[in-house]
Nanobody, 128 residues
Framework: QVQLVESGGGLVQAGGSLRLSCAAS????????MAWFRQAPGKEREFVAG???????????YYGDSVKGRFSISRDNAKNTVFLQMNSLKPEDTAVYYC??????????????????WGQGTQVTVSS
């Protein structure tokens, strides 16, 4: 069982930055694929970014088209924490952001249904 707790959300002006954190329980954190999704009112939950491990290279990351070049995902395995650095924020980034985990490793699914564990979410609001 994995428990995920997000933090770092808040209100920011357009063009600003926020850093989200997701603290995970579990002894095999480093083998999990970790991801961030977001959901705005009335919209489907959207893949934002994901990070996984590989035996042949450093962590592999993958981003949704709407955040490429602005958001960056990283992880600290020693602290069982994954981060989402969000820069150049836009009003359309306003949503509840969720941390998710799945234990296959070696891939970063963009479908929400591939993930087994979810945090409670943290609100990000970007004002214009």
């Amino acid at each position: 069982q994995v428990q995920l707790v997000e933090s770092g959300g808040g209100l920011v002006q357009a063009g600003g930055s926020l850093r989200l954190s997701c603290a995970a329980s579990g002894r095999t954190f480093s083998s999990y694929t970790m991801a961030w999704f977001r959901q705005a009112p009335g919209k489907e939950r959207e893949f934002v970014a994901g990070i996984t491990w590989s035996s042949w290279s450093s962590d592999w990351t993958y981003y949704g088209d709407s955040v490429k070049g602005r958001f960056s995902i990283s992880r600290d395995n020693a602290k069982n924490t994954v981060f989402l650095q969000m820069n150049s924020l836009k009003p359309e980034d306003t949503a509840v952001y969720y941390c998710a985990a799945e234990d296959s490793g070696g891939r970063v699914p963009s479908s929400r249904y591939a993930y087994d564990y979810w945090g409670q979410g943290t609100q990000v609001t970007v004002s214009s």
